[in-house]
């Protein structure tokens, strides 16, 4: 009995250390923020009628495009990964992968996803979603990235995208309030990204890559994080102006958005680098949250 456990422990530990790169190089957690940015997209929608099932395979879609974008991602700067200390282990630098697999692995889920899409969605959805996957994964990543400090704020278009995705998989047309929500997200976008690129300015530094703190210095950074979540403030109220959303919503984001506001000041008048790494951290359950209040507020009042 217990040869035969242990035979399966060693067959399980297997599958996953073969798994495990695979998984790395999708990001996984940032995909499944994006589809959560989508699914509310989906829910916010005009009623359509469409089943759950149609609905899941629009999310799975979206999903794997995602994913399959944050793969070419690591391909492309696997170079520049190796001299950072956030990055040096993952998969491509560790030669956990060849590019070739890795190449193939998200050639296939790309086009898994696509051909979802369009099976169960429409063809504007699948066009703007494979318009999102060459946005971060070539235009930011290739161009971008290694050209100008305001990189995150253009290619942040592209990760801003899937709650548009989600709208317009369930209508087949781009109307205005779902761009409200993409406004949401790229707005938030650089008080997220810029709190990490203060407390990782050194790698960035190692790995010659023009981020804003680099280019520009650490105060100018947290000045633009400041007027952005400002910025990110003020959208916020726009969904409960225009009656996409109700009190809830506008009762939690207001909340949310005094928090953050208060972070990043804090962080402005501060020098500890520890505060940069609270803020990205508190970006992130941010987003979560404000998202989630969209979807509770719209499921339940
Ligand atoms: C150009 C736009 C963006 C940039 C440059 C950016 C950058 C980053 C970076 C560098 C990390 C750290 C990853 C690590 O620890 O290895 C991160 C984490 C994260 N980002 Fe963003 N981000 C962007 C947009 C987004 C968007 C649109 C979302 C979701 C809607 C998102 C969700 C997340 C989440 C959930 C994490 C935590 C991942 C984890 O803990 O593994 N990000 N982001
Ligand atoms: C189809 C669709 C919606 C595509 C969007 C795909 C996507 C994964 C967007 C997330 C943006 C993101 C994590 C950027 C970080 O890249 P980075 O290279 O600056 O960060 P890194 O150094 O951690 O790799």
Same mark, same amino acid.
């Given at each position: 009995?217990?040869?035969?456990?242990?035979?399966?422990? @060693?067959?399980?530990?297997?599958?996953?250390?073969?798994?495990?790169?695979?998984?790395?190089?999708?990001?996984?957690?940032?995909?499944?923020?994006?589809?959560?940015?989508?699914?509310?997209? %989906?829910?916010?929608?005009?009623?359509?009628? /469409?089943?759950?099932?149609?609905?899941?395979?629009?999310?799975?879609?979206?999903?794997?495009?995602?994913?399959?974008?944050?793969?070419?991602?690591? %391909?492309? #700067?696997?170079?520049? #990964?190796?001299?950072?200390? /956030?990055?040096?282990?993952?998969?491509?630098?560790? !030669?956990?992968?060849?590019?070739?697999?890795?190449?193939?692995?998200?050639?296939? %889920?790309?086009?898994?996803?696509?051909?979802? =899409?369009?099976?169960?969605?429409?063809?504007?959805?699948?066009?703007?979603?494979?318009?999102? $996957?060459?946005?971060?994964?070539?235009?930011? &990543?290739?161009?971008?990235?290694?050209?100008?400090?305001?990189?995150?704020?253009?290619?942040?278009?592209?990760?801003?995208?899937?709650?548009?995705?989600?709208?317009?998989? !369930?209508?087949?047309?781009?109307?205005? !309030?779902?761009?409200? $929500?993409?406004?949401?997200?790229? &707005?938030?976008?650089?008080?997220?990204?810029?709190?990490?690129?203060?407390?990782?300015?050194?790698?960035?530094?190692?790995?010659?890559?023009?981020? =804003?703190?680099?280019? @520009?210095?650490? @105060?100018?950074?947290?000045?633009?994080?400041?007027?952005?979540?400002?910025?990110?403030?003020?959208?916020?109220? =726009?969904?409960?102006?225009?009656?996409?959303?109700?009190?809830?919503?506008?009762?939690?984001?207001?909340?949310?958005?005094?928090?953050?506001?208060?972070?990043? &000041?804090?962080?402005?008048? !501060?020098?500890?680098?520890?505060?940069?790494?609270?803020?990205?951290?508190?970006?992130?359950?941010?987003?979560?949250?404000?998202?989630?209040?969209?979807?509770? #507020?719209?499921?339940?009042?």
């Amino acid at each position: 009995m217990n040869v035969e456990l242990a035979k399966y422990t @060693h067959a399980f530990d297997g599958i996953s250390k073969y798994i495990q790169p695979y998984l790395n190089i999708c990001k996984p957690k940032v995909v499944l923020m994006l589809v959560l940015t989508a699914w509310v997209g %989906i829910i916010l929608a005009p009623e359509s009628g /469409r089943s759950i099932w149609l609905q899941l395979a629009a999310l799975l879609g979206i999903g794997l495009v995602s994913a399959s974008a944050a793969a070419i991602n690591h %391909i492309l #700067d696997r170079a520049k #990964d190796k001299h950072m200390v /956030r990055t040096r282990h993952r998969p491509m630098v560790q !030669e956990q992968l060849s590019v070739q697999q890795a190449y193939i692995f998200a050639f296939v %889920i790309g086009i898994l996803g696509s051909v979802l =899409l369009l099976a169960y969605s429409n063809l504007l959805c699948a066009f703007l979603t494979v318009l999102a $996957l060459f946005g971060y994964a070539v235009v930011y &990543t290739v161009f971008l990235k290694r050209s100008t400090p305001q990189n995150i704020v253009i290619g942040g278009l592209a990760g801003a995208m899937p709650p548009l995705l989600g709208w317009v998989s !369930e209508t087949s047309a781009m109307s205005a !309030e779902p761009w409200l $929500l993409v406004m949401i997200i790229f &707005t938030w976008t650089p008080p997220h990204f810029w709190a990490l690129a203060i407390a990782r300015k050194q790698d960035y530094e190692r790995a010659n890559v023009p981020m =804003l703190p680099v280019t @520009h210095g650490v @105060h100018f950074t947290k000045l633009c994080m400041l007027i952005y979540t400002i910025l990110l403030s003020l959208v916020c109220i =726009l969904p409960y102006l225009i009656n996409m959303s109700g009190i809830f919503y506008l009762a939690i984001s207001c909340f949310l958005n005094a928090r953050f506001l208060q972070k990043v &000041t804090f962080l402005y008048f !501060e020098s500890k680098s520890e505060s940069a790494m609270q803020v990205f951290r508190f970006s992130i359950s941010y987003l979560l949250l404000l998202f989630s209040a969209l979807f509770i #507020d719209k499921l339940l009042f």
